[in-house]
């Protein structure tokens, strides 16, 4: 792999090819969105930046983000600096939201960690880190608000390193007066900086009190560089002073083969050391060729690109956010996707925020937006031409953790609803939509009580669909414990022919998870062949409300007897008899309501093991056993059986005993049985509810 000299060119002095896609990630309120307002202000793209807080930043420009002051969505943004043009994304940190960098991460060239030295975020932290980890992105920290850290950094980097699997390597130590830090050295340089309000920091001599210390953290920066650099080790053991190229070519080199994360420091809402960042970024990020080499995209081929996000608008129709990684798209072309459909691109915009800028074309490394992708979804490639696009990456959607059964406040929105609410699936991958006939209800399901709060916020802001929602329902069921048996006659006359269906029918209880079984045991054409199916249809029909008034499982019903009539007998007659007969049968074997029981597995850091344990148990869970969760140090998982009626609420629980971290997985185990005044709560309600309608 070429190597890029500080001159932002490669090893054999060829200049780098395109612009550069980087994501600004990190955990909730790291100041993410801040830092790409005074990127954008330090490369002259805005005259000041905007705060979150007055609701005037290019990034969280949505409603909703502005409502809640938290990023929802990417927010994208491009600037040149030093020659060279960037792309930045910044990504939501909430964990309710860090499904929207997934399909962020496939594309980018490198991601801008963004933190602070506070040991409570370190979990948040980590769950970032694991994501860029698992997909293979060079990554810088961006150690931030240095201006009001109470810790040092030499005891806030240790803290930082259980959050990472790859060595973190501190490139920059804060100069100190009075307890506050007004500059930096930065140790590659090997000079000393002084920060100024909202501009690039002012170069100092380094102060003789300060070369000690700078002596100390280089020759630590060095020794871990060395262990990927043999010659660079014999040069230490030499005591010998290595050329500042080849220690910038070691930097770059290192990022590029994720050997080491580099640490910067500064503070986003100051502008300090965001200068040396997008430095840092020029010379030792890599660039698309080697992102290509990451993902298995070919240099040569026809025009590709892949989509990372996708928005819905009233007005302006669908726009699919995607990154050009082969080749150039304009307006007018015909693309075909990665799932096989053929589209054209309406229209090519440039993205500042919510500002959009019309454009002819995009070139290869350009990230941009096209104008009605019908049938292109996010995640999906596409290429010039009516050849499938290659498959650039597979995202699985993320479990639910949380659910709300919705319904339109006006019937007449019904259709609207349902419309609207797979425009904004499209939109979100993490939104599950499931429409349950059974329970009557429409079910709406993400990451979160604020995901979803967000979900019904653009419901009514964006399409004016006012929604009701609600728990949703549980999935109870009701079975027998004993025998029972009855004959069911339905004898109808009403001119002409006339109705007769005659069955005897036995019930009878199964193990759990059976079923409904019929068994027909008819002997000498008591019932005819013809109407056996009829009876079955009938006991069916009634095994949809019990007695207890939920759908009826695990028995066997058993037809013994009956009779007919030559002229008067029918298929809907016998329907009827098998009714009657069940609804005599089934009350003498002793109903018992069922309610469905979840296996769940609850994902903690290990200092929360206590009070997560005590809210699984106050559920009524039953827990069965503690683990370390496989591949996360310092985190551990409990296993329990745990009732789906305790489950709503449980992730808002988890989150908040565990600083926003805290997580379940859960499928459906089985049955159990639920008996006393518990079961006759949930009867009685169930029955109010119906007669409510």
């Known amino acids: 792999m070429p190597i890029p000299s500080r001159t932002g060119e490669s090893a054999n002095g060829v200049r780098r090819a395109g612009p550069r896609c980087i994501a600004i990630v990190g955990p909730f309120q790291s100041g993410k969105t801040t830092l790409l307002e005074s990127i954008l202000e330090r490369c002259g793209a805005l005259s000041r930046a905007g705060t979150v807080k007055t609701g005037n930043s290019i990034g969280d420009s949505s409603p909703e983000a502005r409502a809640h002051q938290m990023s929802t969505d990417p927010n994208v943004a491009s600037v040149e600096f030093l020659g060279e043009r960037y792309h930045f994304i910044d990504c939501p940190g909430s964990v309710e939201f860090l499904h929207e960098m997934r399909h962020v991460l496939p594309v980018?060239?490198?991601?801008?960690?963004?933190?602070?030295?506070?040991?409570?975020?370190?979990?948040?932290?980590?769950?970032?880190?694991?994501?860029?980890?698992?997909?293979?992105?060079?990554?810088?920290?961006?150690?931030?608000?240095?201006?009001?850290?109470?810790?040092?950094?030499?005891?806030?980097?240790?803290?930082?390193?259980?959050?990472?699997?790859?060595?973190?390597?501190?490139?920059?130590?804060?100069?100190?007066?009075?307890?506050?830090?007004?500059?930096?050295?930065?140790?590659?340089?090997?000079?000393?900086?002084?920060?100024?309000?909202?501009?690039?920091?002012?170069?100092?001599?380094?102060?003789?009190?300060?070369?000690?210390?700078?002596?100390?953290?280089?020759?630590?920066?060095?020794?871990?560089?060395?262990d990927y650099d043999d010659a660079l080790m014999e040069e230490l053991l030499a005591d010998m002073e290595p050329p500042q190229d080849r220690v910038f070519d070691d930097l770059a080199r290192e990022l590029q083969d994720r050997h080491v994360v580099p640490v910067l420091i500064g503070s986003a809402e100051r502008g300090n050391g965001v200068t040396r960042l997008l430095k840092a970024l020029r010379h030792e990020a890599p660039d698309l060729a080697e992102t290509r080499g990451r993902i298995g995209v070919?240099?040569?081929?026809?025009?590709?690109?892949?989509?990372?996000?996708?928005?819905?608008?009233?007005?302006?129709?669908?726009?699919?956010?995607?990154?050009?990684?082969?080749?150039?798209?304009?307006?007018?072309?015909?693309?075909?996707?990665?799932?096989?459909?053929?589209?054209?691109?309406?229209?090519?915009?440039?993205?500042?925020?919510?500002?959009?800028?019309?454009?002819?074309?995009?070139?290869?490394?350009?990230?941009?937006?096209?104008?009605?992708?019908?049938?292109?979804?996010?995640?999906?490639?596409?290429?010039?031409?009516?050849?499938?696009?290659?498959?650039?990456?597979?995202?699985?959607?993320?479990?639910?953790?949380?659910?709300?059964?919705?319904?339109?406040?006006?019937?007449?929105?019904?259709?609207?609803?349902?419309?609207?609410?797979?425009?904004?699936?499209?939109?979100?991958?993490?939104?599950?939509?499931?429409?349950?006939?059974?329970?009557?209800?429409?079910?709406?399901?993400?990451?979160?009580?604020?995901?979803?709060?967000?979900?019904?916020?653009r419901l009514a802001s964006r399409y004016g669909v006012g929604v009701e929602s609600r728990p949703p329902q549980i999935g109870y069921r009701e079975t027998i414990r004993g025998r029972g048996s009855a004959r069911g006659r339905h004898r109808k006359q009403s001119g002409g022919h006339g109705q007769y269906g005659d069955v005897v029918l036995e019930v009878a209880a199964l193990a759990r998870g059976e079923g409904i079984r019929f068994v027909d045991r008819i002997v000498g054409g008591a019932v005819p062949r013809q109407y056996i199916a009829s009876v079955e249809a009938g006991v069916r029909d009634y095994c949809r409300t019990g007695p207890l008034g939920f759908p009826l499982v695990d028995l066997e019903v058993t037809l013994t007897d009956g009779s007919y009539h030559t002229v008067d007998s029918s298929d809907m007659a016998f329907r009827q008899a098998a009714r009657i007969a069940m609804a005599e049968a089934v009350p003498q074997a002793k109903s018992v309501l069922l309610e469905p029981i979840l296996a769940v597995e609850v994902v903690i850091p290990s200092e929360a093991m206590s009070r997560a344990s005590a809210i699984v148990s106050a559920r009524r869970g039953q827990i069965l056993g503690y683990d370390a969760r496989p591949g996360w140090r310092g985190w551990d998982q409990i296993n329990a059986l745990m009732p789906e009626a305790e489950m709503a609420g449980l992730i808002v629980e988890l989150r908040s005993a565990t600083s926003g971290v805290g997580s379940f997985s859960a499928r459906f185990d089985h049955l159990a049985e639920l008996a006393g005044k518990p079961a006759e709560a949930i009867v009685s309600a169930h029955a109010l509810a119906q007669a409510r309608g």
């Not at 501190?170 to 590659?188: S, V, Y």
């Not at 490639?381 to 919705?406: D, Q």
């Open 108 to 226: 980018i060239d490198a991601a801008i960690v963004v933190c602070e030295a506070d040991d409570r975020k370190a979990p948040a932290l980590e769950l970032v880190l694991r994501e860029l980890e698992e997909a293979d992105i060079p990554r810088f920290l961006f150690l931030n608000k240095i201006d009001t850290a109470t810790r040092r950094v030499r005891e806030t980097i240790p803290i930082l390193q259980r959050a990472s699997r790859t060595p973190l390597l501190l490139r920059q130590i804060p100069i100190w007066l009075n307890g506050i830090a007004i500059g930096f050295i930065d140790l590659a340089l090997e000079r000393a900086f002084i920060y100024r309000e909202h501009a690039a920091s002012e170069v100092v001599p380094l102060a003789a009190e300060e070369a000690g210390r700078e002596k100390e953290a280089r020759f630590s920066m060095l020794e871990k560089l060395a």
């Open 298 to 457: 070919v240099a040569d081929g026809v025009p590709l690109a892949q989509v990372m996000k996708t928005w819905h608008s009233n007005h302006g129709g669908k726009l699919s956010l995607a990154r050009v990684l082969r080749g150039r798209l304009a307006e007018g072309d015909v693309v075909t996707s990665s799932s096989g459909v053929e589209t054209r691109i309406a229209g090519v915009v440039e993205l500042k925020g919510q500002e959009q800028l019309r454009r002819p074309a995009v070139e290869e490394g350009d990230v941009a937006a096209f104008a009605r992708l019908d049938g292109v979804a996010t995640g999906d490639a596409i290429a010039l031409g009516k050849l499938r696009a290659p498959l650039v990456s597979t995202i699985a959607p993320p479990e639910a953790v949380h659910g709300l059964a919705v319904a339109a406040k006006d019937r007449k929105d019904d259709v609207k609803l349902t419309s609207s609410l797979a425009r904004l699936a499209d939109e979100d991958t993490a939104l599950a939509i499931e429409q349950l006939p059974e329970l009557g209800e429409l079910r709406l399901a993400g990451q979160g009580e604020m995901h979803l709060r967000v979900t019904l916020e």
